[in-house]
Structures are given as structure tokens and as C-alpha cells.
């Protein structure tokens, strides 16, 4: 009877310690302008080679680019400015979080990304010394060319496995940027809502990823889908056990995630052409040559702002 009580016990302490696994409590809430108090701009060359001068927070503010309205974040590109071919490229935002994060639970409540040809918005993580600590890709992609891709960038050493429990599409199993040309292990999310045009003519939606030891995951729920309540409602804690398969796992299995992703910075940044964008620009269905369009097109990057609800991190 007491070898039993004791068993008791300790499954019960088991089933408690697992069933909390999954719990993350709040850390950070950025909402409005707390995005400005929580971010750094970074006015640096484009690393991607992009037709995009990034700005500081000086001319963000005097031209617009940023601002901060009640519980609305924009962050956009100019759209007034026919560019010089032989000077900057067009004005941009890139922020950076003054933060790093591990082992953690981000959820991005976003009412609007950018959109146009020629645009390359993203939402991701980055560590040190690209690419030995890693880069987590949430929401990304070029020339409103959907669905979203979520990519895992990383050093020799990491790969996925080919069948895993996941709701997306695999299009690449490798995440070694040397490998690949850096394209690293992607997942194409299998929702025409996730990206560009069809996210914003929805109202936006929800982007989550959680990052652990064991696993990287990254879930999207669209506006007016069925969505976890504590995700929709920002709650003061999350239990990701909840949230259903996601759209892309990456698992430790044959990639050692401690070792491979060090602390990250988020980043959230809009360029222009460039490696991505500008190569793939001939088959996307866009006019002119991507530089070119960029250069004299303006009003066509009305839309091409990112609007955040609020950004909400557990750890």
C-alpha cells in the first residue's frame, strides 16, 4: 500500500510537471508605442543586397515611416518619393528588439503586412554571428507571392526529418545556409490567408512561435478562424499544448536546437529587391524590372506597411 501511495504520488507530481510543460506566464507586452520603447532602429546596409535605405528613428518619425496610434504599431515605407537610379535606395524601417530571448512563446497579433511588387517584409529571430546562432523566419516572403514560408537558417550540422507532424508543406530539409544557397529547411503555411493581399483583405490574423531545447514551432490563425482564446485574448498566460498541430515543426531530432540557435533578437524590417525578391521578381507576374519599378513607382507602396495589434512574449 505504500509502494502504491508512493507511485501515486509521484505520477501524480509526473502528470502535473508535464501538464505545465507547455505553460508559459507573460514577460513582455508591446502594444502602440510600447513597440518604440521595446525596438532599436538599425539605419545599416541592406544584408540581403536590397533596393532599400533603411532609416534611423529621426527620419522614421519626420517622414512617417513609424508611428503609433492607441493600440495600432505602423511601420512602412515611403510611398511619396521617385528614387534617383544612381542614389539610395527607398526609404525603409528595420527595428530590432532590445531584448534576446531563448526558450520562449511569441505571438504577434498583426492587423496588416506590407504589400506590392518588389516588397520583401519579414517577421523573424536572429542570433550572433549569422548564421552559428541561427534565424528563425515567422512570416516572410517576396512580390505578394503566398502563401507564407517559415525557414529555419542555420550552420552545417541540421536537418529535418521528412515526415513530421505538421500542418504545412516541407519544401526544403536542410537548413545548412552553405548547403542550400541559404534558402535553409522551409515550411510553406497551406493557407492562402497567411501572406500578403489574402492576410490583409482578412483583417490580418495571428503568428506564434515557441521556441524550446526539443522543438521550434510556429503556429498562424487566421482572422475569423477558430483560434486558441488565449491567443486571441493575449492572455497573462499560455498553455501551447492547446493550440492543435502546427503549421511548421522543427524538431531536435537531428538538429541539436541548443547548440545551433543561440539567444535571438526579433526583427521586423521591409526591403525592397535584392536576393530574394529581385531574383525570383521575372516570374512573379510584376512590371518592368524589379529596381525599376522600385525607382519610379512610389504610390504603388501605399500598402506596404506592416500594422501590429500588440506583440505578446511568455516565457
Same mark, same amino acid.
Given at each position: 500500500?505504500?509502494?502504491?501511495?508512493?507511485?501515486?504520488?509521484?505520477?501524480?507530481?509526473?502528470?502535473?510537471?508535464?501538464?505545465?510543460? *507547455?505553460?508559459?506566464? %507573460? #514577460?513582455?507586452?508591446?502594444? !502602440?508605442?510600447?513597440?518604440?520603447? @521595446?525596438?532599436?532602429?538599425? &539605419?545599416?546596409?541592406?544584408?540581403?543586397?536590397?533596393?532599400?535605405?533603411?532609416?534611423?528613428?529621426?527620419?522614421?518619425?519626420?517622414?512617417?515611416?513609424?508611428?503609433?496610434?492607441?493600440?495600432?504599431?505602423?511601420?512602412?515605407?515611403?510611398?511619396?518619393?521617385?528614387?534617383?537610379?544612381?542614389?539610395?535606395?527607398?526609404?525603409?524601417?528595420?527595428?530590432?528588439?532590445?531584448?534576446?530571448?531563448?526558450?520562449?512563446?511569441?505571438?504577434?497579433?498583426?492587423?496588416?503586412?506590407?504589400?506590392?511588387?518588389?516588397?520583401?517584409?519579414?517577421?523573424?529571430?536572429?542570433?550572433?554571428?549569422?548564421?552559428?546562432?541561427?534565424?528563425?523566419?515567422?512570416?516572410?516572403?517576396?512580390?505578394?507571392?503566398?502563401?507564407?514560408?517559415?525557414?529555419?537558417?542555420?550552420?552545417?550540422?541540421?536537418?529535418?526529418? *521528412?515526415?513530421?507532424? %505538421? #500542418?504545412?508543406?516541407?519544401? !526544403?530539409?536542410?537548413?545548412?545556409? @552553405?548547403?542550400?544557397?541559404? &534558402?535553409?529547411?522551409?515550411?510553406?503555411?497551406?493557407?492562402?490567408?497567411?501572406?500578403?493581399?489574402?492576410?490583409?483583405?482578412?483583417?490580418?490574423?495571428?503568428?506564434?512561435?515557441?521556441?524550446?531545447?526539443?522543438?521550434?514551432?510556429?503556429?498562424?490563425?487566421?482572422?475569423?478562424?477558430?483560434?486558441?482564446?488565449?491567443?486571441?485574448?493575449?492572455?497573462?498566460?499560455?498553455?501551447?499544448?492547446?493550440?492543435?498541430?502546427?503549421?511548421?515543426?522543427?524538431?531536435?531530432?537531428?538538429?541539436?536546437?541548443?547548440?545551433?540557435?543561440?539567444?535571438?533578437?526579433?526583427?521586423?524590417?521591409?526591403?525592397?529587391?535584392?536576393?530574394?525578391a529581385g531574383a525570383?521578381?521575372?516570374?512573379?507576374?510584376?512590371?518592368?524590372?524589379?529596381?525599376?519599378?522600385?525607382?519610379?513607382?512610389?504610390?504603388?507602396f501605399t500598402n506596404?506597411?506592416?500594422?501590429?495589434?500588440?506583440?505578446?512574449?511568455?516565457?
Open positions: 500500500m505504500a509502494i502504491f501511495s508512493a507511485f501515486r504520488a509521484i505520477s501524480s507530481f509526473c502528470y502535473i510537471v508535464f501538464a505545465l510543460g *507547455a505553460t508559459y506566464r %507573460q #514577460t513582455d507586452s508591446h502594444s !502602440g508605442s510600447g513597440f518604440l520603447n @521595446a525596438f532599436s532602429y538599425e &539605419a545599416i546596409a541592406d544584408p540581403t543586397h536590397g533596393r532599400v535605405n533603411y532609416v534611423n528613428a529621426a527620419t522614421a518619425a519626420s517622414q512617417n515611416l513609424t508611428f503609433a496610434s492607441g493600440d495600432s504599431f505602423v511601420l512602412r515605407a515611403d510611398s511619396h518619393t521617385v528614387l534617383n537610379p544612381s542614389g539610395p535606395g527607398r526609404n525603409s524601417v528595420r527595428l530590432i528588439s532590445n531584448k534576446q530571448y531563448t526558450t520562449s512563446v511569441m505571438v504577434f497579433n498583426i492587423r496588416h503586412m506590407p504589400q506590392g511588387c518588389g516588397t520583401w517584409p519579414a517577421v523573424w529571430t536572429v542570433g550572433a554571428n549569422w548564421p552559428n546562432q541561427g534565424e528563425i523566419d515567422i512570416l516572410e516572403g517576396v512580390n505578394d507571392q503566398g502563401p507564407n514560408q517559415a525557414t529555419l537558417h542555420t550552420n552545417s550540422g541540421c536537418t529535418m526529418p *521528412a515526415s513530421r507532424s %505538421q #500542418t504545412g508543406t516541407a519544401v !526544403g530539409n536542410n537548413c545548412d545556409v @552553405a548547403a542550400t544557397g541559404n &534558402a535553409g529547411c522551409g515550411v510553406r503555411i497551406n493557407d492562402s490567408r497567411s501572406y500578403g493581399p489574402s492576410l490583409n483583405s482578412n483583417g490580418g490574423g495571428w503568428y506564434a512561435v515557441e521556441r524550446t531545447s526539443s522543438f521550434i514551432k510556429i503556429w498562424f490563425w487566421p482572422r475569423g478562424g477558430s483560434v486558441p482564446s488565449d491567443v486571441s485574448g493575449g492572455s497573462t498566460s499560455v498553455n501551447t499544448d492547446s493550440w492543435g498541430t502546427p503549421a511548421a515543426f522543427f524538431p531536435s531530432n537531428s538538429c541539436p536546437i541548443s547548440s545551433k540557435f543561440g539567444p535571438h533578437n526579433i526583427v521586423i524590417n521591409l526591403t525592397f529587391c535584392g536576393d530574394w525570383v521578381y521575372g516570374s512573379s507576374g510584376c512590371p518592368s524590372s524589379c529596381v525599376d519599378f522600385v525607382n519610379n513607382n512610389p504610390s504603388a506596404a506597411y506592416f500594422d501590429f495589434q500588440w506583440l505578446k512574449i511568455y516565457g
